[in-house]
């Protein structure tokens, strides 16, 4: 079975400085995505970047990117100049084919002013 | 973007009664629509898959008679609490697959509810 860890329960951050939030998987699967997922105090899921496991690219939106270092299972994400807005929680998900999503415990951001 | 509307937002019912939640894709097709519980400050943990016209697949320790999952249509799922108890109080999300979109997932905006 698939299962994706976030080692953080809680970070911190400066305002307009980065931070980096860690994830690891594990999977006998070649192909298959992985996401990061934002939830504010309004628990909306809100969709922060998407990366294909064939794709060796990490991917990137704005201020935010990605670190997958497939062979070692990682996928870490970088938030670049940090904004108030920036802080919630962050889920790290996995999934293969479509299928369910699969989610980290969660590692909760907070950005100080 | 797809849009899933998760309806209602806040729901306090009686121990004992029924609620019914429900999820509809706006601007696509949901072939799969999946049913998340996340209680307070933890992860979504998921506890059904639909597709439509086809039987829910459910997780293993979900009671399946208490948790009914209908998925009639390509653009709603309906999941509803029968005989309600305090444990169940939760916050419900559901999430909606559309493959044409390559495998994009949008979610709903979640249902807190509340058994008194």
């Known amino acids: 079975a698939q299962t994706v860890t976030q080692s953080q329960p809680e970070m911190s951050v400066q305002e307009a400085e980065t931070v980096t939030l860690s994830c690891t998987y594990d999977t006998s699967e070649s192909d298959y995505y992985l996401f990061w997922y934002k939830q504010p105090p309004s628990r909306q899921m809100i969709l922060v970047i998407r990366q294909e496991a064939y794709k060796q690219q990490n991917a990137t939106e704005n201020r935010f990117s990605v670190n997958f270092q497939k062979a070692a299972k990682s996928f870490s994400l970088k938030i670049s100049d940090s904004q108030l807005g920036d802080a919630a929680m962050y889920f790290c998900a996995y999934t293969s084919a479509g299928n369910m999503l699969t989610f980290g415990g969660g590692t909760r951001l907070m950005v100080k002013p | ?116």
């Open chain 2, 1 to 116: 973007g797809a849009v899933v509307s998760q309806h209602p937002s806040r729901v306090i019912c009686k121990s004992g009664t029924s609620v019914k939640i429900e999820c509809r894709s706006l601007d696509f097709q949901a072939t799969t629509m999946f049913w998340y519980r996340q209680f307070p400050k933890q992860s979504l943990m998921l506890m059904a898959t639909s597709n439509e016209g086809s039987k829910a697949t459910y997780e293993q320790g979900v009671e399946k008679d208490k948790f009914l999952i209908n998925h009639a249509s390509l653009t709603l799922s309906t999941l509803t609490v029968t005989s309600a108890h305090p444990e169940d109080s939760s916050f419900y999300i559901c999430s909606a697959s559309d493959l044409t979109a390559n495998y994009g997932y949008t979610f709903g905006s979640g249902t807190r509810l509340t058994v008194v």
